[in-house]
């Protein structure tokens, strides 16, 4: 199954790609749609970069208990992987408290997780953690810590209009086989 991405439309102006052998500096239609007849203005780049760049990547089902994909991109992070069905999410007692059901409430409340237990709230996130994507891989070498992390992006339905969404970075602990919270946003 592919999800096909023709353009992306910030205010009045359609981006979309046009062939690699063309320059960025030019601007070309492939489509059969009139984005100009629309009052649209027309903006285009090679293939190559709209593809990697401005594609919409939708959250991935996983058809099997496979990891494949994720722990080729943990590599990046770590010479020790493990497939992150085996790890645990662990937000701690006093970032729950002090942090997610303070600062980060109203982000809760329209995820419909304001009520959650610290432990439903891990499971969630554990839950979807598998259908998301790894983003902002990092590793931070500071004299006060060191840590591998990385973000993933969660969407929550909601009854009363576009599903939430919420950016959550993890560290990565392959070791112990844990996530822990680092932040929410």
Same mark, same amino acid.
């Given at each position: 199954m592919h999800l096909a991405n023709l353009v992306i439309k910030q205010g009045d102006t359609v981006? @979309?790609?046009? *062939?690699?052998?063309r320059p960025n500096t030019e601007n070309h239609n492939l489509h059969l749609h009139d984005y100009m007849a629309l009052g649209l203005r027309l903006r285009s780049l090679q293939s190559i970069y709209f593809s990697v760049f401005l594609s919409y990547k939708p959250e991935r089902m996983l058809m099997e208990e496979s990891d494949d994909d994720l722990e080729i991109g943990l590599r990046a992070m770590s010479e020790m992987v493990a497939p992150l069905k085996e790890f645990t999410v662990v937000i701690e007692d006093a970032k729950f408290e002090r942090y997610l059901k303070t600062a980060k409430f109203g982000k809760l409340k329209k995820a419909g997780l304001a009520e959650s237990t610290k432990a439903e709230l891990e499971a969630a996130i554990r839950e979807k953690l598998r259908m998301s994507y790894l983003y902002n891989m990092e590793w931070v070498d500071k004299p006060t810590h060191q840590l591998s992390k990385f973000n993933i992006m969660l969407e929550f339905p909601r009854q009363d209009g576009h599903p939430e969404r919420m950016v959550v970075a993890l *560290?990565?602990?392959?070791? *112990?086989?844990? @996530?822990r919270l680092v932040t929410v946003s």
């Open positions: 981006i @979309l790609g046009h *062939e690699d052998d *560290e990565y602990r392959p070791a *112990e086989r844990v @996530l």
